[in-house]
T-cell receptor, first 113, second 116 residues
């Protein structure tokens, strides 16, 4: 079946620190991969995506590379800000049939000044 | 586009009352999803529609929950009767799907339901 595993939080970092949130997946076929972000009191927002192996998605200083050999899609940012404090969800879409996104459980990030 | 619009933003109701949550998806999107989010259980998919037809409602917790999509621009999630354990944030999301690819979901801001 299809599944997403992401590192458990919470993750607490100081401002300007380097961020990595690990995400690995299990899927048949060739899924698309996504990172969503949820700021306090809001819905999930699409942060970035990659649709095939070796693609790199990037947005707002965040990036993630679709690694088929390691079935991973780790989220990285070189220098986090307090405003990046949020919950981050990794997700995959199987790209077949009427099948919804499969979400990871989310990782809460807190950035302190 | 104004995005996915949900109403109300907050709802407080007494146990046993009927609650109706509403969602207007993005124009042109052909799929709609209802999620529930709690601290204990995280994000749960309740039901989703494709071209206004319910595809999978296996996530609906029990018969007290029902959802409809009478047309491409409107959906409702109804809880009757409501119970305190239904307290959660309910999200609606929409997307355009071809079956062979997905461009990502757009989520609404959610309805925070409190049943007392």
């Amino acid at each position: 079946g299809n599944s997403v595993t992401q590192m458990e939080g919470p993750v607490t970092l100081s401002e300007e620190a380097f961020l990595t949130i690990n995400c690995t997946y299990t899927a048949t076929g060739y899924p698309s991969l996504f990172w969503y972000v949820q700021y306090p009191g809001e819905g999930l927002q699409l942060l970035l995506k990659a649709t095939k192996a070796d693609d790199k998605g990037s947005n707002k200083g965040f990036e993630a590379t679709y690694r088929k050999e390691t079935t991973s899609f780790h989220l990285e940012k070189g220098s986090v800000q307090v405003s990046d404090s949020a919950v981050y969800f990794c997700a995959l879409h199987p790209n077949s049939g009427n099948t919804p996104l499969v979400f990871g459980k989310g990782t809460r990030l807190s950035v302190i000044a | 586009d104004a995005g996915v619009i949900q109403s109300p933003r907050h709802e407080v109701t007494e146990m046993g009352q009927e609650v109706t949550l509403r969602c207007k998806p993005i124009s042109g999107h052909n799929s709609l999803f209802w999620y529930r989010q709690t601290m204990m259980r995280g994000l749960e998919l309740l039901i989703y529609f494709n071209n206004n037809v319910p595809i999978d409602d296996s996530g609906m917790p029990e018969d007290r929950f029902s959802a409809k999509m009478p047309n491409a621009s409107f959906s409702t999630l109804k809880i009757q009767p409501s119970e305190p354990r239904d307290s959660a944030v309910y999200f609606c999301a929409s997307s355009f799907e071809t079956g062979a690819s997905n461009y990502g979901y757009t989520f609404g801001s959610g309805t925070r339901l409190t049943v007392v």
